[in-house]
Antibody, heavy 121, light 110 residues
């Protein structure tokens, strides 16, 4: 059974930093792209970043470029999101998602339960 | 403002059919496949449809997807109260090099 378990969320002051982790199990982590997707309270889904299987390619939404860094440790079956210079608008539930590539397209197929990040003074 | 446009809400009676539209551009829907997600209250999104019209195992055939040009549609037949949820479309945008989602559609089963 595919499982993705996020951790590391919490309350942080504006300008602060936080590192999210996602522990993966039930599949061969090293052969999948992985993503972070966030959802602000009462709002829709916003894709944040993704990373290739070997970490050689990374993509970010403009609003987090230069502040957030996605990374992975295939030996530990783990995905990370280092978040610096946090702003109030970064407040959201952050989901870790596996990206499945079918040969025709890639899409998030399994999602974790999410971890809440609150940026407030 | 989402790159993909969905109606904020739709509603229908139990047993009826509903469709949810998702409109984009030649850089996203017109250039890639569409996936659809169901988010029940208080839970994580769940994949309903991928590659425009394919269903993962375990998803009932009451759920269907289609795409034409720069628009996609999710259809749900035989509505049940348990289908009340937010539904999101998603795809890759080649001009922005980001994954984009619609703003979400809240389905109410009256």
């Amino acid at each position: 059974e595919v499982q993705l378990v996020e951790s590391g969320g919490g309350l942080v002051q504006p300008g602060g930093s936080l590192r999210l982790s996602c522990a993966a199990s039930g599949f061969t982590f090293s052969i999948y792209w992985m993503s972070w997707v966030r959802q602000s309270p009462g709002k829709g889904l916003e894709w944040v970043a993704n990373i290739k299987q070997d970490g050689s390619e990374k993509y970010y939404v403009d609003s987090v470029k230069g502040r957030f860094t996605i990374s992975r440790d295939n030996a530990k079956n783990s995905l990370y999101l280092q978040m610096n210079s946090l702003r109030a608008e970064d407040t959201a539930v952050y989901y870790c998602a596996r990206e499945y590539c079918s040969g025709t397209s890639c899409y998030p197929d399994y999602w974790g339960q999410g971890t809440l990040v609150t940026v407030s003074s | 403002q989402s790159v993909l446009t969905q109606p904020p809400s739709v509603s229908a009676a139990p047993g009826q059919k509903v469709t949810i539209s998702c409109s984009g551009s030649s850089f996203n829907i017109g250039n890639d496949y569409v996936s659809w997600y169901q988010q029940l209250p208080g839970t994580a999104p769940k994949l309903l449809i991928y590659d425009n019209n394919k269903r993962p195992s375990g998803i009932p055939d009451r759920f269907s997807g289609s795409k034409s040009g720069t628009s996609a549609t999710l259809g749900i037949t035989g509505l049940q109260t348990g289908d009340e949820a937010d539904y999101y479309c998603g795809t890759w945008d080649s001009s922005l090099s980001v994954r984009v989602f619609g703003g979400g559609t809240k389905l109410t089963v009256l």
